[in-house]
């Protein structure tokens, strides 16, 4: 269980930091998204944060086991709510949304069920 735990970690962790780096440097995908999901340019930066608060959140669970769990649910939040903006703004280009919410997912059961186990 430990192995599938830090894999699903680790790598939601990176994906997500990764996504972070984009929308804070202000990389054209996320904005593409933002127009794409007729979400305001200067939410981009912002929920950037988010994510990266995210996968340090993660990591951070390494030490403190509530707040990887945590993290993890809120990262199930913040794609469910993006979710929610794609489909208010009509658009089902949802393979990348997919990926990111399918990984959340994952590492909040993990986290749960390997902190349950212990």
């Given amino acids: 269980m430990l192995a599938i735990y830090l894999t699903v970690t680790l790598l939601t962790s990176a994906l ?3 996504a972070a780096i984009a929308n804070v440097i202000g ?3 996320p904005k593409t998204e933002a127009d794409r999901n ?3 340019r200067s939410w981009v930066r912002p ?6 608060a995210g996968a340090l ?3 951070a669970g390494f030490v403190v086991p509530v707040v990887g769990t945590l993290a993890a649910a809120g990262l199930v939040l913040y794609f469910l709510g993006a979710l929610g903006a794609h489909v208010r703004a009509g658009n089902f280009r ?4 997919a990926l990111f919410f399918g990984l959340a997912l ?3 059961i ?7 186990e212990a």
């Fill in 94 to 97: 949802l393979g990348a949304w």
């Fill in 38 to 40: 007729r979400i305001p």
């Fill in 47 to 52: 929920l950037g944060l988010l994510l990266g």
């Fill in 110 to 116: 993990v986290n749960l069920a390997y902190h349950m």
């Fill in 27 to 29: 990389h054209d995908y």
């Fill in 106 to 108: 994952a590492a909040l």
């Fill in 57 to 59: 959140g993660l990591l």
């Fill in 16 to 18: 997500n930091g990764a």
